[in-house]
């Protein structure tokens, strides 16, 4: 496998369940992120980690949980989600260097939708 | 104030001809990289090219070049001999110094029309 690896692809939950996003980077890079994508808006950064330390929480709510527990796998632990969580999660990785190799490298992303 | 920005939520091209999709930015650091990706109907976000704030010379990366203009804050992407592959949604992108956050436009649909 290369790249970056989102699992599931599509998952479909009620409001009460507890589920887990799971991302496998075989790059060799040191920071991995989570981005929210929902229709008609710009990507959301909701989470970073540099070398499993977590650097960014843009402002999430506690009902989304990473877990970063090396530097090649990250978690997006979903319970007691809303309806407008509904949204495709795109998870990426990159070097954390500047210029053109400091680019992202996606995964095909989850496609979660809450009833 | 947005930080990028794209004013075309949908694009037309014929077959072979050539495109321009637009992106503004705004930042005050003085450097900066500029990132454009393309995004399928799969999901997947692909990456297509990179500016640098202090590259001297317009990006060119096969069929995609930059169009950049330092002064007016834009880094315009030309497509040129459009392929029906390249119907997809782009996505114009900033990233300031080496900071983690990656800011991103709204995206502009691109259809090609046979």
């Known amino acids: 496998e290369t790249g970056v690896t989102q699992t599931p692809r599509h998952l479909v939950m009620g409001m009460t369940n507890k589920k887990s996003l799971k991302c496998e980077q075989h790059?060799?890079?040191?920071?991995m992120y989570w981005y929210k994508q929902s229709a008609k808006k710009p990507l959301e950064l909701m989470f970073v980690?540099?070398?499993?330390?977590?650097?960014e929480n843009n402002s999430v709510p506690s009902r989304f949980s990473p877990e970063c527990p090396n530097s090649s796998h990250l978690f997006l632990h979903l319970h007691t989600l809303q309806p407008e969580d509904s949204a495709l999660y795109l998870c990426?990785?990159?070097?954390?260097?500047?210029?053109?190799?400091?680019?992202?490298?996606f995964g095909e992303g989850s496609r979660l939708t809450v009833l | 104030a947005q930080k990028i920005t794209q004013t075309q939520p949908g694009m037309f091209v014929q077959e072979k001809e050539a495109v321009t999709l637009d992106c503004t930015y705004d930042?005050?650091?003085?450097?900066?990289?500029l990132f454009w990706y393309k995004q399928p109907s799969s999901g997947e976000m692909i990456f297509l090219i990179y500016q640098g704030s202090y590259d001297q010379q317009n990006a060119t990366e096969g069929r995609y070049s930059l169009n950049f203009q330092k002064a007016r804050k834009s880094a315009n992407l030309v497509i040129s001999a459009s392929q029906l592959g390249d119907s997809a949604m782009y996505f114009c992108?900033?990233?300031?110094?080496?900071?983690?956050?990656?800011?991103f436009g709204t995206g502009t649909s691109l259809t090609v029309i046979p």
């Open positions: 990426a990785s990159s070097q954390q260097t500047g210029g053109k190799a400091g680019e992202l490298f």
């Open positions: 992108a900033m990233r300031e110094g080496l900071s983690n956050q990656f800011y």
């Open positions: 790059l060799g890079h040191n920071a």
């Open positions: 980690y540099n070398f499993k330390e977590q650097t």
């Open positions: 930042t005050s650091d003085p450097s900066y990289g």
